[in-house]
């Protein structure tokens, strides 16, 4: 059974940075499309970051970009959310998930994988709480 593990999650203040893992228990992905996913109260689940396994062009959503940085450490088959200059609008529950792929060329394909319907693999979630 594969399970997707987040961790880092806290209550911090505007402006702060926290860094979110995530760890996958029960499988090691060679190819796969990564990423980062948030749901505040009342609201849909929406893209954060995506990534792919071997590399290529991230995806950022545009609430995000410019303060945080999706990456995976393939050594420890660990994926990793660096949440900078934070404020109160990214309080949310954050979700690691995964999609394996065949072997791709186009550097663009997982970056383009933006909707939750096409990830397979999730974990239960980190919560974020950012106060003014």
């Known amino acids: 059974q594969v399970l997707l593990v987040e961790s880092g999650g806290d209550s911090v203040q505007a402006g702060e940075s926290l860094r979110l893992s995530c760890a996958p228990s029960g499988v090691t992905y060679g190819s796969a499309c990564m990423g980062w996913f948030r749901q505040a109260p009342g609201k849909e689940r929406e893209v954060v970051a995506i990534i792919y396994t071997g590399g290529g062009v991230s995806y950022y959503a545009d609430s995000v970009k410019g303060r945080f940085t999706i990456s995976r450490d393939s050594a420890k088959n660990t994926l990793y959310l660096q949440m900078n200059s934070l404020k109160p609008e990214d309080t949310a529950m954050y979700y690691c998930?995964?999609?394996?792929?065949?072997?791709?060329?186009?550097?663009?394909?997982?970056?383009?994988?933006?909707?939750?319907?096409?990830?397979?693999?999730w974990g239960q979630g980190t919560q974020v709480t950012v106060d003014s």
């Open positions: 998930a995964a999609r394996p792929i065949p072997t791709i060329e186009s550097p663009y394909f997982c970056a383009n994988v933006r909707s939750k319907s096409a990830y397979i693999h």
